[in-house]
T-cell receptor
Framework: KAGVTQTPRYLIKTRGQQVTLSCSPI?????VSWYQQTPGQGLQFLFE???????NKGNFPGRFSGRQFSNSRSEMNVSTLELGDSALYLC?????????????FGPGTRLTVL | GEDVEQSLFLSVREGDSSVINCTYT??????LYWYKQEPGAGLQLLTY?????DMKQDQRLTVLLNKKDKHLSLRIADTQTGDSAIYFC??????????FGKGTKLSVKP
């Protein structure tokens, strides 16, 4: 079974631009969660999608948004990029939503904002 | 609030045991987890423990949970150079997400 895939793996953008990251979960998994990883803040939860609906959201500004498609693939969008948005963005898939469901992580997208 | 504390670095010699500790503030989560992250890679789930267990052994890995003190530890027996990585302790938060510690960087010297 293929694992979680994320594209692109690396991105370089400039301040003010917007970016879209993609995540394909493990086949059969319906929940996708997104996390931001930075050296200073560590791993922080962005949001979770299940069956095309946002189930939970972390404490990030509205510039960060996402969606999920009927095939469970998810995209994350960041508008008006800031230098502080430079990070590794990880997505995780699980069979269903909720605490206790094993989450499988992708390799991440490394975003650099210049 | 929801928080996890871990020491940032641990250095051991190949063949020794490694013990990585973490403490958490509050958890009604049924599970607590240990993840491993190698350079340039995502997170790999190493093992997890049910909150009603004290210990779980999985080959070279032993997880100990002291629920009263909210303390979780991961012991790696016979540590190898391939075990060099960052190890994250995590539990399920109230929003259904995972709450992670900052990670402990394990360096294994030959």
């Amino acid at each position: 079974k293929a694992g979680v895939t994320q594209t692109p793996r690396y991105l370089i953008k400039t301040r003010g631009q917007q970016v879209t990251l993609s995540c394909s979960p493990i086949s059969g998994h319906r929940s996708v969660s997104w996390y931001q990883q930075t050296p200073g803040q560590g791993l922080q939860f962005l949001f979770e999608y299940f069956s095309e609906t946002q189930r939970n959201k972390g404490n990030f500004p509205g510039r960060f948004s996402g969606r999920q498609f009927s095939n469970s693939r998810s995209e994350m969008n960041v508008s008006t990029l800031e230098l502080g948005d430079s990070a590794l963005y990880l997505c995780a898939s699980s069979l269903v939503s909720g605490i206790g469901n094993e989450q499988f992580f992708g390799p991440g997208t490394r975003l650099t904002v210049l | 609030g929801e928080d996890v504390e871990q020491s940032l670095f641990l250095s051991v010699r190949e063949g020794d045991s490694s013990v990585i500790n973490c403490t958490y503030t509050d958890s009604s989560s049924t599970y607590l987890y240990w993840y491993k992250q190698e350079p340039g890679a995502g997170l790999q789930l190493l093992t997890y423990i049910f909150s009603n267990m004290d210990m779980k052994q999985d080959q070279r890995l032993t997880v100990l949970l002291n629920k009263k003190d909210k303390h979780l530890s991961l012991r790696i027996a016979d540590t190898q150079t391939g075990d060099s990585a960052i190890y994250f302790c995590a539990y399920g938060g109230s929003q259904g997400n995972l709450i992670f510690g900052k990670g402990t960087k394990l360096s294994v010297k030959p």
